[in-house]
RNA sequence: GCGCCCAUGGCUCAAUUGGAUAGAGCAACAGAUUUCUAAUCUGUGGGUUGCAGGUUCGAGUCCUGCUGGGCGCGCCA
């Protein structure tokens, strides 16, 4: 049960009015308050806490309220009856929303034979804990991966290949796409191939020109240089694969990125052009999508650049009308970093101008970057931008000495799951648009708000569970404890938690709420002893009881969270 | 220069979106295990919420101005 949503819906039918039904800081005062009187206290021409006393008896009369009480200014306090929330409380279900909407959800966009960095972290992890949480309240999504596949990237890479290679058949004007080509490639060196090829176009420019050919050549449908994409592409697309594995991420819907786009261009190039919205401009053509309130200069939107060639914002563009085709969804999510802001401002301008997309249902949910301790972007020992398999590899050790330290024998699979769990749960816990601090160290100790501690929560009630073994079921009126029964309150707090984290964008909610939740069971766990013989059978089966709820709540928490509970700790 | 974001104990972060005595974790110190996993629990100290005004019953939160920091501003994605 949403305790706050029943208990709010019956007061607001008892006085007649929507009362703002708020939860104490301070849990002393009660378990629910409101400032009505208050807020009414001006309208009805009288003090606050002397309209208190009037709404006081009605609320007595609810068969749920144990006590009522008028505090400070005009503060009315709500204490719920013990049994009422024994009664009550469930482990919470999948749920069916009133008002089902369709999202697409655009995250991850991974690149083709480039490694993952970093900033795959973020955009990948609340992108899918976002997913699972629109997911749960009942709606429908669809998740794009939109994968960097059709750029300057590209044409660097062939470039290069051909500069190792430049004998092989890919690159002779007799080609035959059906002939096989003996040339396989390497997973390790096809990543190393754009940062070397990245660096020798920033010097040479006669490659970089070459690039530049090979790329437009590519995007036109050079037959040898699409067959040696393809090549890579295969081994790149596997390598993502593993990645999502690898982070306990749900597979992606699409796995279609700017190539894919690419061939929605055409139609909307048309659109443009009917609505007189491309302008040369400089050799290139633009979108003007400026408007007279902007009080700072937006810069236009590059539909092609001046050598004629597709770009990251005409690409943007024709996914969203890709995007409207395949989903029709009711609102446009992007995951990315902050420092794109402005891009997505042009691209929800450009479609809306162009009646592709409406502008108000676009959201771009910004994160910020992940930091070293010195506050500069988090970078490896040597000193490199670090990539995510560095990070997962850094946790995994971690792990790895902690558990080593503790005389504990611990599988590679349990260390693996406790590693993505301190990473993961590190990432959920900060707000999204602000940077957060990568600290290593920290992550080695596992000490109090972490992913281990979440886990280890979970690994001790599943113990006393599977332990007792019996059945489990409701049990009679029996007297709580203060931390059964704050217990009891937070599970039956759940179902507003999520939702809140859901309208709000804000992913941290949960693993604030699975924190809280640990906290009070481990307390519970503490002083609440289940298991034991001087314990009397009614109490018993109510404290296990109550550990089943609790357990099946995290279970819950730690799935939307994209974790894993081991077997072991 | 213009615009966006941020500033909360020594450190890292919260604060139900305007509510009551600003909460957690780390670090420090003191304690708890004949008992279901001590990666746990209990306690102590630590704050003029960057500065100055304003709005109101009430401000960490909203408005204005400063100071300090991060980021962005046409052919990268």
Redesign the pocket.
């Known amino acids: 049960m949403n305790l706050y949503k029943y208990v709010s819906e019956a007061i607001n039918n008892k006085l007649g009015f929507e009362a703002?039904l708020?939860?104490?800081?301070?849990r002393?005062?009660?378990d629910f308050?409101t400032?009505a009187a208050?807020?009414g206290a001006?309208n009805a021409g009288k003090n606050?806490r002397e309209l208190a006393n009037e709404y006081l008896p009605l609320l007595k009369e609810l068969d749920f309220v144990a006590d009522v009480s008028i505090?400070?200014?005009g503060?009315i306090?709500i204490k719920i009856k013990d049994d009422f929330i024994l009664q009550n409380a469930t482990a919470p279900k999948q749920m069916v929303s009133e008002k089902p909407l369709t999202i697409d959800m655009d995250y991850g966009?991974y690149?083709v034979a480039k490694s993952l960095h970093i900033g795959h972290l973020r955009t990948s992890i609340v992108g899918d804990t976002f997913n699972r949480i629109t997911k749960f309240l009942g709606h429908k999504t669809f998740s794009w991966n939109h994968i960097?596949d059709w750029?300057?990237?590209m044409g660097l890479i062939i470039a290069w290949i051909e500069r190792l290679h430049p004998e092989l058949p890919y690159f002779q004007n007799d080609f035959d796409p059906s002939k096989p080509v003996d040339y396989e490639i390497d997973e390790k060196e096809l990543n190393n191939y754009y940062p070397q090829a990245s660096a020798l176009s920033k010097t040479d420019s006669v490659f970089q020109a070459r690039a530049q050919e090979i790329k437009a050549k590519f995007q036109a449908g050079h037959p040898g240089y699409f067959a040696l994409y393809e090549k890579f592409l295969a081994i790149s697309l596997r390598t993502m694969n593993n990645t999502v594995k690898r982070l306990n991420i749900l597979p992606f819907d699409y796995d279609l990125g700017?190539r894919n786009a690419a061939k929605y261009l055409e139609p909307v190039e048309k659109i443009l052009r009917e609505k007189n919205m491309i302008v040369e401009?400089?050799?290139?053509q633009?979108i003007n999508v400026k408007r007279d309130t902007d009080?700072?200069?937006i810069?236009?939107y590059?539909w092609r650049?001046?050598?004629g060639?597709d770009?990251?914002d005409s690409t943007d563009l024709a996914a969203v009308y890709c995007r409207k085709l395949k989903d029709n969804p009711d609102t446009i999510i992007y995951f990315t970093d902050?420092?794109?802001?402005?891009?997505f401002e042009q691209l929800f301008r450009a479609a809306d101008m162009a009646g592709i997309y409406p502008y108000d249902k676009f959201e771009h949910i910004g994160y910020g970057?992940i930091n070293g301790k010195d506050?500069k972007p988090f970078k490896t020992r040597d000193g490199n931008a670090a990539g995510l398999d560095d990070i997962i590899d850094i946790a995994n050790e971690a792990?790895s000495a902690?558990?080593a330290e503790?005389g504990?024998k611990?599988d590679s699979e349990t260390i693996k799951t406790?590693a993505l769990a301190a990473v993961k749960f590190n990432d959920l816990?900060?707000?999204v648009?602000?940077?957060?601090?990568f600290?290593p160290s920290?992550i080695t100790?596992?000490?109090?708000?972490?992913g281990?501690?979440i886990l280890?929560?979970a690994?001790?009630l599943?113990?006393?569970l599977k332990?007792a073994g019996a059945q489990i079921s409701k049990p009679e009126q029996f007297e709580l404890s203060t931390e059964e029964r704050n217990l009891l309150i937070e599970i039956m707090d759940f179902e507003r938690t999520i939702l809140?984290a859901y309208e709000?964008r804000?992913t941290?909610?949960i693993a604030?709420y699975a924190?809280d939740l640990?906290?009070l069971t481990?307390?519970f766990?503490?002083?609440?002893?289940?298991?034991?013989d001087d314990i009397p059978e009614n109490i018993k089966a109510g404290r296990l009881y109550i550990a089943k709820l609790a357990f099946d709540t995290l279970a819950t928490a730690i799935d939307l969270m994209g974790l894993k509970i081991p077997?072991?700790?």
């Open positions: 703002k708020d939860v104490p800081k301070n002393d005062f009660g308050s400032n208050m807020v001006k606050p505090a400070g200014p503060f306090n966009a690149n960097g750029g300057k990237p700017e401009d400089d050799g290139a633009i009080n700072a200069p810069p236009p590059m650049d001046s050598r060639a770009t990251y902050l420092r794109q802001s402005l891009h970057t506050g792990v902690r558990v503790s504990k611990l406790i816990l900060h707000d648009k602000s940077d957060y601090i600290d920290s100790s596992f000490e109090g708000k972490t281990p501690y280890y929560t690994v001790r599943n113990s006393v332990r809140s709000n804000a941290d909610m604030n924190y640990c906290q481990n307390n766990y503490h002083n609440c002893p289940i298991l034991r077997d072991e700790m």
